[in-house]
């Protein structure tokens, strides 16, 4: 739910690049599929799929860590005009 909320407010501020954000919704969208297919029993706790599915969020949270460390965010436009 995180990583939602997050992935959409920077999509909507672009403070960062518009890809990191989609890498998350995409992340969060497989780690809940993952998350539903092991309560429902289709998929162990421990399993190969569940472990892929965490795969893009890891990248998300990594790479969007990465980045604001190294670039920081773009200048907003609502902050640039003061």
Same mark, same amino acid.
């Given at each position: 739910?995180?990583?939602? $909320? +997050? !992935?959409?407010?920077?999509?909507? @501020?672009? #403070?960062?690049?518009?890809?990191?954000?989609?890498?998350? *919704?995409?992340?969060?969208?497989?780690?809940?599929?993952?998350?539903?297919?092991?309560?429902?029993? $289709? +998929? !162990?706790?421990?399993?190969?799929? @569940?472990? #892929?599915?965490?795969?893009?969020?890891?990248?998300?949270? *990594?790479?969007?860590?990465?980045?604001?460390?190294?670039?920081?965010?773009?200048?907003?436009?609502?902050?640039? !005009?003061?």
């Amino acid at each position: 739910m995180n990583a939602v $909320l +997050l !992935g959409s407010l920077l999509y909507q @501020s672009r #403070l960062v690049p518009r890809a990191l954000p989609v890498l998350g *919704f995409t992340g969060a969208t497989l780690l809940v599929a993952a998350w539903t297919g092991t309560l429902s029993g $289709l +998929l !162990g706790q421990v399993s190969k799929a @569940s472990a #892929l599915a965490a795969l893009p969020i890891a990248l998300w949270e *990594f790479s969007l860590g990465i980045y604001l460390v190294v670039k920081g965010f773009k200048p907003s436009p609502i902050t640039s !005009g003061m």
